[in-house]
């Protein structure tokens, strides 16, 4: 028993250790506002498509355009991620969801 602890305990902390980056951003992760940008429409209507696109994903779109505008990448590319993660996930839980109903 005390060896499987242990055990366990090693493979945890070994997984723990591996799991650490110094990295903020996804080596994919776009430099470019207006692909950010484009890259969260793709996910938005690829979300929509399977009618479970999030309430606050166009908004981030247009903030990220704004943002875009008076030349804030930062903050574009910022919401334009959040905007992409919000498409991707509405797709994939419109998809997961898509038989879900009352069974009577």
């Known amino acids: 028993m005390k060896l499987s602890a242990y055990l366990f305990g090693a493979l945890f902390l070994a997984?723990?250790?591996s799991a650490?980056?110094?990295d903020s951003q996804p080596a994919s992760a776009t430099q470019d506002p207006q692909q950010a940008i484009e890259e969260a429409v793709q996910a938005q209507k690829k979300a929509a498509s399977v009618?479970?696109?999030w309430r606050d994903t166009q908004s981030?779109?247009?903030k990220a355009?704004?943002?875009a505008g008076k030349g804030?990448?930062?903050t574009a590319l910022k919401l334009a991620a959040e905007a992409k993660f919000q498409g991707e996930q509405g797709y994939i839980q419109g998809?997961?969801?898509?038989d879900?109903?009352?069974r009577y």
Do not use: F, M, Y
């Not at 998809?95 to 898509?98: L, P």
């Open 15 to 17: 997984g723990c250790a």
């Open 20 to 22: 650490q980056s110094g």
């Open 51 to 53: 009618g479970s696109e």
């Open 60 to 62: 981030l779109i247009d």
């Open 65 to 67: 355009r704004e943002a």
């Open 72 to 74: 804030d990448s930062t």
């Open 95 to 98: 998809t997961s969801q898509k």
């Open 100 to 102: 879900v109903g009352p």
